[in-house]
Each structure stands twice: as structure tokens, then as C-alpha cells.
């Protein structure tokens, strides 16, 4: 048996930061649409005290639910704080994608540089998101306090008009763009087609499933590239299914795992296929 056609592109716990975030935020948004362009010039309309009652409570959940999310999987910090810093770290290869990907989209002829975990258009909405959550949080409870309550609006709605090109661009691009929206499975089930992964991030693949020593600092396991998993943290026993996935298992006693508790392969490199 060859390579399975699918990777293991996000954790569980990163995709419930993922929708723990982005389901609220959408609530907030839509709602906050619909208040001010039905109600903003005759707040006496029905049903406004509906959707400003939903407004509020989706700005609760937007700070509850990736803070519950995030203290019930301590044990990924590592990821998380891995993902932040691909997000905040720049390469000349990042402005680079930025500047040709539209001209790559309508022609052949412009190559995009290889990337990593994410493209630069992500990194860009991973940076909006990190810098606006909190002050959503604040603006939105400074709003119903006497004094600073229309600089907290002003800021609050600023925010929201700035980040709608990002989360416009970024639906666009996971739902409607047949090119990019394969991608979607990886924020549902956490796996993605491995030649559309291979494809658009060169680079972060080639770390993990080709030299998986070259992105974590430790040196590659002498094993054929189709016994690989995943380098990495275990994660809600995600590890396992890939596993499953993977036709292979340890052969002998005497093939013993290294000492490393992330690691997933045979430090011998040899390989025996199951029945």
C-alpha cells in the first residue's frame, strides 16, 4: 500500500479555536449589520431588542468560548504558541505571495514561493483577529458605560469595517474558490487531500512529511516517507486514526520508539505491513 491521499493538517483543539471564534464573531457581525442598517434611523421598529440582545450575547461567547477552549487543552499550548508565531514571523517569500497571488490567480505564468503552515493572506486575518479580539471585548463593555461610550463605539464599529475585506476574502476563499476551498475539511475533520497540501503549502509539507527534522529542530527519523506521521504533539488521540490511516505498524519488540513522548516513529526506520 502507498501513501494515504489524506493528511492530518489541524488538531482538534485548533479547530475548536477556529470556530469558537469565528462562529460568534459572524453572529456579532450579522447582527450588528441588521441594527444599524434597519434600526439605526428608527430604533422603534420591531424585533430590535431581538437582535441587540443577540448582538450582546454573541460578544459574551466571542470571549467565553476560546478562553473555555483554550483552558481545556492546556496540554496544545505548544501548538497554539507554534501557530502564533508562524502567523507574526515574515519572510521576504510572504510579501512576495502577497504581491503575485493575484496575478497567479488569473495566470500560469507567476509561480507563488513556497509557504508555510500558512500563506501570507492567512497570517494577515491570524494577525487581525489576535490584535481586534480583545479590543472587541473591551469597546464592546466600555459602549454601555457613561462618558466613553461613543469613542468605544467609534473604535468598536472601526474595527469591524476594517476586518470586513479579511473575512470576506477569507470565506470566499475556504467556501466558494474551487481552487482553495478543498481546504475546508482541514478546520472540520483536521485532514485535507495530501497533493492540494503539497501544493499550496510547499514548504510546511515538506517539514512535516518529507524532513520533519527541518521544522522542529530535531533530526529526521530514518524512516521511508510513506511510515511517517505527522511530527508534533499527540493530540486527542488524532495520532491513533492517522495511524489507522498508515500501513504500517512496529514489527519486533526490539523496534523501539524514541524517547521523545511526541514521537510516532520507529527509531529503527524499519517498517512491517500489517495482514
Known sequence: MGESDTIL?????ERWVHWSIAIPFMVCYATAVILFAFYYANPGRPYRDLFSWAHRLSGLCLFAFPTLVLVRNLRDFRIHLDNVRQAWVWTLSDIKWLFLMGLAAVSSRFELPEQGKFNAAEKL????VMGTW????????LIWMPGVAFVAWVLHVAMAVAATPLMLGHI???TINPDTRVGLS????????RKWAKHHYRRWYREQFEDPGA???RPSASVPSKCRVPSGPTVNGERKRVRRMLPWKAGSAGERRSSDP???TPTSGRCRRTA
Open 134 to 141: 480583545p479590543l472587541y471585548i473591551v469597546t464592546g463593555v
Open 215 to 217: 521544522g522542529s529542530g
Open 186 to 193: 482541514g478546520m472540520i475533520s483536521g485532514f485535507v487531500d
Open 262 to 264: 511526541s514521537s510516532t
Open 172 to 174: 470566499f476563499m475556504a
Open 9 to 13: 493538517r489541524f488538531h482538534r483543539s
Open 125 to 128: 486575518n491570524f494577525m487581525m
